[in-house]
């Protein structure tokens, strides 16, 4: 009898084990396949700013500075600063190129100035000046040649006007800028809608807070 129970016993305690095992594994199938899309209910044309979240190479400093945005300009380059950064794409990228006084530079998979998101947008020059804070598509010689990478001005650099698309300009904390070294990251870039950030009077806001004011 006591051999019966034991047995019994056994084969209840496996039988619990995996109905248990199964379960978790059910959970599981159904959380992998369970994947969101950032874009699938994304309105572009709210008006949204950007906040560039900076971490220093040694990981013990992190910083924010706030990215506004000229769709009226460069709509094209707008949508795919958005699309890549809802993505993730630009999430603990290195910033691989800082030049005092001139620009700094992130945005390659790479981390060299070689990478790209696979794909290329045409150029939408317009005549927003390039001052500190300014932040525009970096390409190469080909003028429709942009991608991901980016570059934020750190001071005036009128020789880029008209040579380069102009998308954005940072209006909050730009003095982080000085503080940014050669190898520290873009640790993430948050999208935000601008009347939530600044409340109902977002578009007199951002006019304030924008040295180029117009726009």
């Not at 059910?26 to 369970?34: A, F, S």
């Not at 880029?160 to 993430?188: A, P, R």
Request: proline content about 4%; charged content about 30%.
């Amino acid at each position: 009898m006591k051999r019966t129970l034991l047995i019994f016993s056994i084969i209840l305690i496996l039988f619990s084990f995996y109905g248990c095992k199964k379960s978790e594994t059910q959970k599981e199938e159904k959380m992998e396949t369970k994947t969101v899309d950032p874009l699938k209910n994304f309105d572009f044309n709210k008006d949204y700013l950007a906040l560039f979240v900076w971490q220093s190479k040694d990981g013990k400093e992190e910083d924010t500075m706030v990215i506004r945005f000229y769709p009226d300009k460069a709509p094209n380059h707008v949508k795919n600063f958005l699309t890549l950064s809802l993505k993730k794409f630009y999430n603990g990228l290195i910033i691989f190129r800082v030049e005092p006084k001139f620009v700094i530079q992130t945005g390659s998979p790479d981390n060299t100035n070689m990478g790209g998101p696979g794909y290329t947008i045409d150029a939408e020059f317009n005549d927003i000046n390039h001052i500190k804070g300014t932040v525009a598509m970096a390409r190469a010689q080909d003028p429709n040649s942009a991608g991901s990478q980016f570059y934020i001005c750190l001071d005036s650099t009128p020789h880029l006007d008209g040579k380069y698309t102009v998308f954005g300009q940072v209006i909050e904390n730009i003095d982080l800028l000085d503080k940014i070294s050669k190898g520290d990251y873009m640790k993430e870039i948050k999208i935000v809608k601008a009347k939530d950030f600044y409340g109902e009077n977002y578009r007199k806001i951002i006019k304030d807070k924008d040295p180029h004011g117009e726009y």
